[in-house]
Nanobody
Framework: VQLQASGGGLVQAGDSLRLSCAASGRTGNIDAMGWFRQAPGKERKFVAAITWSGDLTLYGDSVEGRFTVSRDNAENTMSLHMSALKPEDTAVYYC?????????????????WGQGTKVTVSS
């Protein structure tokens, strides 16, 4: 499975931004996809996840109510719509895929990772 993340950039606090992740290859055993982020000098943190079918979603506490994760099954893509962005949202955002929906909060449980896309929010 190959994952390609895109959509990062430089925005101001309060702005919105949409990230996308395109999946290709043998995706038949994928149970869910997720977004993680990693700020400089910090550990990678869970942001959001969605089942492969798109019927269930889960969010990290710091983004609940501001970010929305979605799936386009026809295009095999996952998106993350980020609104009301804050400077503390600045990080490299990674998309990933896992065969274990029950473990989506844990980066170690993901089998495939994209290359990351950088989001910078200025104050």
């Amino acid at each position: 499975v190959q994952l390609q993340a895109s959509g990062g950039g430089l925005v101001q606090a309060g702005d919105s931004l949409r990230l996308s992740c395109a999946a290709s290859g043998r995706t038949g055993n994928i149970d869910a996809m997720g977004w993680f982020r990693q700020a400089p000098g910090k550990e990678r943190k869970f942001v959001a996840a969605i089942t492969w079918s798109g019927d269930l979603t889960l969010y990290g506490d710091s983004v609940e109510g501001r970010f929305t994760v979605s799936r386009d099954n026809a295009e095999n893509t996952m998106s993350l719509h980020m609104s009301a962005l804050k400077p503390e949202d600045t990080a490299v955002y990674y998309c990933a895929a896992t065969r274990q929906w029950r473990m989506v909060r844990f980066a170690s449980k993901y089998d495939y990772w994209g290359q990351g896309t950088k989001v910078t929010v200025s104050s």
